[in-house]
């Protein structure tokens, strides 16, 4: 089974300019986040989809940030436009629904690095 | 104070040695307590999890959740060079996708032949 796919893998912009990252999750996930890594911490939630809705985006900056998951599944992630203190991991995960713990599959996330 | 504590380490230990890893947490409705391990430029996959207090043994990972003391620890036995990555722990109030993940800053863990 092929797992959560991100592209692109790098993306060396220079400030001010937009960005958009996209993501195909697990066949068959519902849900799906997108998380912010900085170096050396832990992944921080930015907005959570149930299928094509945003049902989580309280972390999300609104004035740079925004995000779609149309037809619920394909979903991208835009700024703009960024800022230095943009740089950072943008991860990727999905999960299905269930009794018990809904283990998050992450992607290898998007490395971007802005000038 | 975060609502999760991990020593970023970085940690690094001979071949065969036991490594302990450890959290501390604030939050006392964390309920699912998770370890995850980042390989470089790779994202996390979950290791293992516990749900409440008490232990959890996978093969040489063994998982321990004290509820009264909010501390949790990873112990990996016979320590091997692929186990090193980054080892995030991570917490939640419950197990649905509604729930937040509250994440460690993770632990670096080099392990040397």
């Known amino acids: 089974e092929a797992g959560v796919v991100q592209s692109p893998r790098y993306k060396i912009i220079e400030k001010k300019q937009p960005v958009a990252f996209w993501c195909n999750p697990i066949s068959g996930h519902n849900t799906l986040y997108w998380y912010l890594q900085n170096l050396g911490q832990g992944p921080e939630l930015l907005i959570r989809?149930?299928?094509?809705?945003?049902?989580?985006d309280s972390q999300l900056p609104k004035d740079r940030f925004s995000a779609e998951r149309l037809k619920g599944v394909d979903s991208t992630l835009k700024i703009q436009p960024a800022e230095l203190g943009d740089s950072a991991v943008y991860l990727c995960?999905?999960?299905?629904?269930?009794?018990?713990?809904?283990?998050?599959?992450f992607g290898p996330g998007t490395r971007l690095t802005v000038l | 104070q975060k609502e999760v504590e991990q020593d970023p380490g970085p940690l690094s230990v001979p071949e065969g040695a036991i490594v302990s890893l450890n959290c501390t947490y604030s939050n006392s409705a964390f309920q699912y307590f998770m370890w995850y391990r980042q390989y470089s430029r790779k994202g996390p996959e979950l290791l293992m999890y516990t749900y409440s207090s008490g232990n959890k043994e996978d093969g040489r990972f063994t998982a321990q959740v004290d509820k009264s003391s909010k501390y949790i620890s990873l112990f990996i036995r016979d320590s091997q060079p692929s186990d090193s990555a980054t080892y995030l722990c991570?917490?939640?109030?419950?197990?649905?996708?509604?729930?937040?993940?509250?994440f460690g800053k993770g632990t670096l863990l080099t392990v040397n032949p």
């Open positions: 995960a999905s999960s299905s629904k269930g009794p018990g713990l809904n283990e998050q599959f």
């Open positions: 991570a917490m939640s109030e419950g197990g649905g996708s509604n729930y937040k993940l509250t």
């Open positions: 989809y149930e299928n094509e809705e945003a049902v989580d």
